[in-house]
């Protein structure tokens, strides 16, 4: 069993960043490839970005290459998404979600464990 809590969100300018956090607990996480998601009003959850360990394979929405990164440390069973050149299309809440297989990380539904969620507001 996996908690994962995310925290970091706000609001923020457009052009501004923000740096979401996925804090985990119990047991295994580093088993587990880590996915951003978001979810905006009256919209599906969507696939952000994802991680498979520490430094290896990542995989990035196209609307977010190059604005956002995604990282992991393991020693601290924590999983992060620096977020810059926000935009108001940005805004939705985001949640993290483990999954066991890399390959399927940008599928809502295979995702094993899923955090509660928190709001990111881009104002422009």
């Known amino acids: 069993q996996v908690q994962l809590v995310e925290s970091g969100g706000g609001l923020v300018q457009a052009g501004n960043s923000l740096k979401l956090s996925c804090a985990a607990s119990?047991?295994?996480?580093?088993?587990?490839?880590i996915a951003w998601f978001r979810q905006a009003p009256g919209k599906e959850r969507d696939f952000v970005a994802a991680?498979?360990?520490?430094?290896?394979?990542?995989d990035y929405k196209d609307s977010v290459k190059g604005r956002f990164a995604i990282s992991r440390d393991d020693a601290k069973n924590t999983v992060y998404l620096q977020m810059n050149s926000l935009k108001p299309e940005d805004t939705a809440v985001y949640y993290c979600?483990?999954?066991?297989?890399?390959?399927?990380?940008?599928?809502?539904?295979?995702?094993?464990?899923w955090g509660q969620g928190t709001q990111v507001t881009v104002s422009s």
């Open positions: 979600a483990a999954h066991e297989q890399y390959a399927r990380t940008r599928v809502a539904g295979a995702a094993r464990y």
């Open positions: 119990g047991r295994g996480f580093s088993r587990y490839a």
């Open positions: 991680i498979s360990w520490p430094g290896g394979p990542t």
